[in-house]
């Protein structure tokens, strides 16, 4: 290890004025485009990069990183507080985030929001550092059969995210993976579930489905609870579900909740170190993708838990693994695209030709020649992490104002944003029309308590299987999956399977929410 | 009105069953996942189905308020697609925010005026002007003006 | 020596004269907003060249304002569809994939444009084409390549994409014995090339030189482009036997030299498109611009609206055989 380099260059970033400062810049520009649907970090880097231009090397990826480094911290905002989620991760920590708002611990939620993407931003760089030595042969080991296997253990956490009926969960796991299938089919071109329509080709997006799935319901029904005067608590209940003591919590958000929320995040710590391990490791491997990243550490947090039927219904440690989840993984992402100049997901590849562009060029003489530019980076994404967990906890009580807006200022605001969003983010206006038809059905499974965050699990992973599956077949044959790698997570997805069957079976716990 | 529950599940009966259907007039490498994933996905929604027809709980009881409450949330969103469909963000958004204050939050007319104001800020000055990100001008305006 | 003097003031005076006739106004979008489509998301290299574009035409479009608008979908269509559609007041222009004329000829589906019908501004670069082997396989030239017994992998694009056509044709018109495998975007099949699971790809040079310089891999054939922008690299041309593989490497050639290009709807008045195609040709000229590119890390092979119009008019003009091996390679 270079662990002078390592040091120096942490103490260049600190003494060097000029840097701080714009990473104290940066990351309130991050958080604004994570927390906006639609943007997000990858428009974010496309629109700063011209004014990076002019930047010397390390000032400019300093500054791109630290940017890029909180944007998912920035998501956890709007969904724990107005249940909106920016993106297919953030969706993961609107689960459990917004219905802690609903029982009045918005303040504990993102305390243990922040908290989590901290130290989940902070073990992910670490990890970055740490596996230097061995990255070459982890990232080179995981092919398509791999993926493939990868997208089905994701797969199987549909039936742990169920809640409390199985056979719907399933259902609506199976539609979301029918929903991956809309376009044109990998093997021949051809289009498929587009009845003629062109805009379709490319598919039903991550932010769609999100904002249909979680949105759009949460709107309508806050719309139908509408004005609390006149509608009595036991009527909302009906109509909500669990929702009935909402309106009689105060939503204030107070520095002591944030605290307790800080508190949940020590008491979690293997599963944050579990959850910042398993998704640097994915965000590693190039193809895979963060959006199932993040999916898959709320997935192995709920499956890990004692209290799986409590998730979804406001637990802190559903918050904390999906937060773990997002952040580690743009660690781990970077450093394919550091080492190969093959980025490790779509924003990555962007940054990727920011470095270009700063005369940064990627590669395997990075760990040579370039050891500090590399440093650099890690740090600043541990550097822009602390400031923007500190710039949020400052801000916090503020900030938690969003969640106690009048519901008559929210709806319509809310629902123009996501669906600029929706717009800005496919380009097509069709992409309304498809918001209107699956936030509909999104607001039925709401109403009659169908489990929603199946169907985000089927749209992210379907493609990843089906894409997968077809070179993985094309490359090695039908018997792909006889790789040592690949017996390993086959044996994993047994386990997976093989644990829900016997946890199904144990007699059922009193749902302790209740 | 139809029970809620089974309105559901008959959804996603009719949709698998019409997603296996069109899967079998693909090519064989195009339908193969499909019908993995659909076939399983239509039994499933037939047994709920089946399980929601025959289940004797009573439903809960929904008055006639809430049903209205629905059908006007409903008519409000899909106005907002309409119109932003039809006028473009920059028109339409401001507009939305305003008639939604006004006629649903029941918020003075000034109120609702602020708030449009603030909505054609943000989407003009943060999003067409300061992100250089050009938004949709709707149907009727690429119509008209080409 | 005088007369070829002579002929080259009377040239110079003829150009003189056109270009003053011509008398291009470009002070013609005062106060007006340009859209330049591009047509894929934000990021990546139409993205890139897309802006850098659009910056520079707002400079010598006096007085204009030139924004740029993302329409991506279904492989450039979609923008090119935009474009097409369009009011031809030149207000709205743009850029999309020179392969679409493989989507043209072919007839596919959801194409609503006719390429010969744009009004074309220019275009900014060579696109050339490239065989790349990866560096760890056991084949050190092309004709290595050409003599394998056993299929070797080929990685490529999404089927039906330009990359994959550009794929399948190259395979076709020089018989080599591989198998392509689809749906590599992005950098994921220098990836595969790393794991040592596809031994090549065919891409454009310019996206796969970050590769090359890292010494993963080398390129093994040029399919297109200028002999002297890769030294040393045989020529694919040299490599072709018959009449009909002929064709489909010009077709190759045609389109890749003539990579992003600037379109407008068509029917636009002479005068705008006048204007827009100086504009351009200045813009291209731009010192600024040249250095931007280069620490873009962009290729620069600039030529005028006149010159594409030309070139796509001929490459669609294509024998139905030509049209056949297309489909056929398209994979249907």
């Known amino acids: ?514 | 009105m139809l029970e809620g529950r089974l309105l559901v599940s008959g959804i996603m009966l009719v949709v698998f069953a019409a997603a296996v259907g069109l899967s079998f007039t693909y090519a064989p490498e195009a339908r193969f996942l499909p019908l993995v994933i659909g076939i399983p996905g239509l039994l499933l929604s037939a047994i709920q189905f089946v399980a929601e027809l025959r289940d004797r709980h009573p439903a809960p009881v929904v008055t006639r308020e809430e049903h209205h409450r629905e059908g006007r949330m409903f008519a409000w969103f899909l106005g907002f697609v309409g119109a932003l469909v039809l006028f473009g963000f920059l028109y339409a958004g401001p507009a939305l925010v305003a008639a939604y204050l006004y006629f649903s939050g029941r918020e003075k007319w000034y109120v609702a005026l602020a708030g449009a104001a603030f909505a054609w800020t943000v989407l003009y000055g943060v999003f067409d002007w300061f992100l250089g990100l050009p938004l949709f001008d709707g149907l009727v305006f690429q119509y008209v003006f080409g | 020596m005088l007369k070829r003097l002579l002929a080259a003031t009377m040239g110079a005076a003829l150009l003189w004269s056109a270009s003053a006739m011509a008398a291009a106004d470009m002070g013609q979008f005062r106060g007006k907003t340009i859209t330049y489509i591009v047509s894929t998301s934000p990021g990546g290299g139409y993205d890139t060249y897309g802006r850098l574009i659009a910056k520079y035409l707002q400079k010598y479009l006096t007085g204009s304002r030139v924004v740029v608008r993302n329409v991506p979908g279904a492989g450039h269509i979609v923008g090119a569809n935009t474009i097409y559609a369009a009011k031809p007041d030149g207000l709205t222009i743009g850029m999309f994939n020179t392969g679409l004329i493989y989507d043209q000829l072919i007839k596919r589906q959801g194409v609503l444009f006719d390429l010969a019908k744009f009004s074309w501004i220019g275009k900014a670069a060579d696109d050339t084409r490239v065989l790349m082997v990866s560096k760890s396989a056991p084949y050190k030239t092309i004709g290595d390549i050409l003599k394998v017994k056993t299929p070797i992998k080929f990685a490529a694009a999404g089927v039906g994409s330009a990359a994959y056509n550009d794929a399948r044709i190259l395979a076709d018109a020089l018989h080599l014995n591989v198998q392509i495998v689809p749906g590599f975007t992005g950098n994921e099949g220098e990836m595969s090339m790393l794991r040592n699971e596809v031994v090549a790809e065919v891409g454009t040079a310019e996206s796969m030189e970050q590769f090359v310089k890292q010494g993963h891999g080398f390129f093994a054939l040029a399919l297109s482009g200028n002999p002297n922008a890769l030294p040393g690299v045989p020529r694919a041309r040299d490599y072709v036997k018959d009449e009909r593989g002929k064709r489909l490497l010009t077709l190759i050639e045609t389109l890749s030299e003539i990579g992003r290009l600037t379109a407008g709807p068509p029917g636009m008045p002479a005068g705008v498109l006048a204007a827009e195609r100086e504009a351009l040709d200045a813009a291209m000229k731009d010192p600024a611009l040249i250095a931007e590119a280069k620490k873009l890390d962009l290729d620069l092979d600039p030529a005028s609206g006149a010159l594409v119009e030309a070139r796509i008019k001929a490459a669609l003009n294509q024998p139905p055989e030509t049209v056949a091996a297309l489909k056929s390679a398209a994979g249907g």
């Open chain 1, 1 to 514: 290890m270079h662990l002078d380099v390592a040091f120096s260059t942490l103490f260049d970033l600190l003494t060097t004025p000029r840097l701080l400062f714009l990473m104290v810049i940066a990351v309130p520009m991050g958080v604004f485009f994570g927390s906006t649907p639609g943007l997000g970090g990858k428009l974010g880097l496309v629109l700063l990069i011209p004014f990076v231009y002019n930047m010397d090397q390390l000032t400019g990826a300093v500054f791109l990183c630290a940017m890029h480094a909180v944007v998912h911290t920035g998501g956890s905002i709007p969904s724990i507080l107005i249940g909106v989620p920016g993106d297919g991760p953030a969706a993961a920590t609107a689960l459990d985030g917004f219905a802690m708002t609903r029982k009045g611990q918005a303040g504990r939620a993102l305390g243990a929001s922040f908290g989590a993407s901290t130290v989940g931003g902070l073990l992910g760089a670490m990890f970055l550092g740490l596996s230097l030595p061995i990255l070459e042969p982890i990232i080179l080991n995981f092919s398509p059969a791999e993926f493939f296997l990868l997208a089905i253990l994701g797969i199987t956490f549909i039936a742990t995210l169920s809640g409390d009926s199985f056979i719907k969960g399933m259902i609506v796991g199976l539609f979301g993976l029918m929903c991956a299938f809309i376009g044109l089919d990998p093997s021949t071109g051809s289009p498929r579930f587009t009845f003629g329509q062109i805009w379709l080709w490319d598919g039903l997006s991550v932010i769609v489905a999100v904002l249909s799935m979680f949105a759009v319901p949460e709107m309508i029904s806050l719309g139908v609870r509408g004005r609390s005067e006149d509608v009595s608590a036991q009527t909302a209940s009906r109509l909500q579900g669990t929702a009935a003591v909402e309106e009689t919590v105060s939503r204030k958000v107070s520095y002591a909740q944030i605290f307790h929320g800080l508190w949940d995040v020590t008491q979690h710590k293997w599963l944050v170190l579990r959850c910042s391990l398993l998704v640097a490791a994915i965000g590693v491997i190039p193809g895979l993708g963060g959006d199932a990243a993040a999916w898959m550490a709320y997935g192995h947090t709920v499956q890990s838990s004692k209290h799986p039927e409590r998730f979804g219904k406001g637990e802190v440690a559903g918050v904390i693994g999906a937060e773990t989840g997002s952040c580690a993984k743009e660690a781990g992402s970077l450093l394919p695209t550091l080492f190969f100049g093959v980025p490790g997901s779509s924003g990555m590849a962007i940054m990727l030709g920011a470095f270009l562009m700063l005369g940064i060029q990627p590669g395997p003489t990075m760990l040579t020649d370039h050891i500090n530019i590399v440093w650099s980076l890690i740090w600043a994404l541990v550097i822009a992490n602390i400031i923007c967990v500190i710039m949020l906890i400052a801000t916090g009580p503020w900030i938690g104002r969003l969640g106690s807006v009048k519901a008559s200022f929210l709806i319509p605001y809310v629902l123009v944003f996501a669906l600029l969003g929706c717009y800005l983010y496919g380009g097509n206006w069709q992409n309304l029309i498809l918001v209107m038809v699956v936030g509909s059905l999104g607001y039925l499974f709401k109403r009659h308590d169908w489990p929603r965050a199946p169907f985000i699990i089927g749209v992210i992973l379907g493609k990843i299987a089906e894409d997968s599956l077809q070179k993985a077949i094309a490359i090695f044959g039908a018997g792909f999956f006889l790789r040592p790698i690949s017996l390993i997570l086959i044996a994993l997805i047994l386990a997976s399977i093989g644990f829900y069957m016997w946890r199904a079976r144990r007699p059922k716990i009193v749902p302790s929410h209740a």
